[in-house]
């Protein structure tokens, strides 16, 4: 609920803090005191559009800012999260806007600077205006669907259908993906067939490039290396070295029986080393044995490799993805080769899954039509106390072409309303304007407001043009309306409707010096109320009568809690 309204510097309102509790809140005064201040404040606040002619004369900006105390797990603070605004879940909730004297304008949520679009995002879910300029809430036919699924309680029926919905729509787009494919393959079939067998024919190998170039720097390079291992094969054969070996091995070997082992490990490393040194020289004398010098097989190397890099490059791909590529042309290959088989199996797949939807949808409908005879019998039960016994409203359950079906459903839904007998339904957005559609508009929240769970609801001149039962009428409403986790803000002249506040705020102007007028709100305690409800009945002369009255108007206030 809004727990605080601060104004600086609007219009008549130099500086204003007003604090507000639940329930239905009141607030009255004469005209011309500045009542439609505080709404253009709220509403500036809660993302309407800027208006710099609000700023107080002599000012350089107004600013407004709204506060408010919501539930943990409201629905404003999954958008906040999407917006990757910070907020600690629980604490209020304070909306801010400025608006210079030149027009500009800027917003801000808990102090975090936000676009107006966004601010008028948040402030839709937090308060809504109805009087008789209000264009938003259930005026706006966009949100008839979710407010009568939500008054149904369908959301269940609402998250099967957008299941279904989504996996017609996935498999459609497979459907059309496997027709771009198979459109492309048959555009490209010259092409295809001759580089399946090409590159059939080529059979390139993983690796094959590294391999194919190292062999190629190898035989390059084969006669200097021919040249190293001949030198190394003769140094290793020489019969010098191993006899000199084996003379100091056998030299030691005489000495052992002097040393008492103490040479024995000289003599192993000696035989170790011509054990190694004869090894040595046999993988020498291998080496030797396959070095290949035949230019011919050189060529061949060379011709295979730069085969190799010009394929690559003719398909722009590395020569190691040459096999990867020859399977996926081979794989589109037979696509079209299978004629389409693959086609004709997701048509039919895309066809169940849509007379899958096509069934959830209808289900969802007959219960919208349900829930809308509902509300259109409780709707009607509201009005002629209301002096609104002439109207008629209707919601109108359409289907969509299937063009406009989605997730929602296949239903386009419209409260639509008569005011007067023989006149056609429309829009409740177009019919009667002023006191007369708030009332109208009463009558809907008082079955709606459950449903929409917006914290804030504001009437003004909901009693234009009443008195007497209709007034009381109108009163009993709006209390009942404010019992239902849902704050109430009223502004009105009548002085039954006041008698129903939980909280009665007067609103007056004053010169506070020449040729200054201020416009000041007051929160009225229990005798100060009674004297503004007698002043409502009396006039000019408030008199005992007048106070009386109002005491019998006061007795109102019990009957609702």
Partial sequence: MLSRLS????????????????????????????????????????????????VRHGAERLSVGAEFVLPEHHAVFDLLNEQGLDFEPGEPLFLRRVVSADGKSRAFINDQAVSAALLRQVGDLLVEIHGQFATHGLLNTATHRGVLDSYGGLEELKRQTAAAFQAWQDKTAEKQNAQADLEKAQAEEDFLRHSVDELRQFNPQPGEEKELADRRALMMNAEKIAEGLNGARA????????????????????????????????????????????????LVESYCDELDFDPR????????LFALRALARKHQV??????????????????????????????????????????????????????????????ARELPPLKLDKAVFKTQVEQLPESLWNAEGMDKVVFTASTNTGLPLSPIAKIASGG?????????????????????LVFDEVDSAIGGATATAVGERLARLATQDCQVL?????????????????????????????????????AARREEIARMLAGAKVTDASRAAADELLKNRSKIR
């Fill in 318 to 379: 590395a020569a190691d993805e040459l096999p990867d590529l020859l399977a996926d042309f081979e794989r589109r290959l037979g696509s079209l080769e299978k004629g389409g088989e693959d086609l004709i199996r997701l048509a039919k797949e895309e066809e169940n899954l849509r007379l899958v939807y096509l069934e959830t949808a209808r289900r969802l409908s007959v219960a919208r039509c349900k829930a809308a005879e509902k509300l259109d019998t409780a709707v």
């Fill in 235 to 282: 140094a290793l054969s020489d019969d010098g070295l191993d006899r000199a070996l084996r003379q100091a091995q056998r030299q030691l070997e005489s000495l052992a029986r002097y040393s008492e082992g103490r040479f024995d490990p000289v003599i192993e490393s000696l035989g170790r080393i011509m054990a190694e040194l004869n090894e040595d020289a046999a």
């Fill in 436 to 456: 007369e559609l708030a009332r109208f508009m009463l009558a809907l929240k008082v079955n709606l407001a459950a449903a929409e769970k917006i914290p804030t």
């Fill in 297 to 304: 097989v050189q060529e061949t190397v060379e011709e295979r």
């Fill in 490 to 526: 009223t502004i009105t002249h009548s002085p039954q409707v006041a008698s129903f506040g939980a909280h009665h705020f007067r609103v007056e102007k004053s010169e506070v010096e020449p040729g200054k007028v201020l416009t000041a709100v007051v929160e009225l305690d229990d």
């Fill in 7 to 54: 104004i600086r510097d609007v219009v008549l309102i130099e500086k204003l803090d007003l604090d507000f509790a639940g329930g239905l809140c009141a607030f009255t005064g004469e005209t011309g005191a500045g009542k439609s201040i505080l709404l253009d404040s709220l509403a500036l606040a809660a993302g309407a559009r800027s208006d710099s002619s609000l």
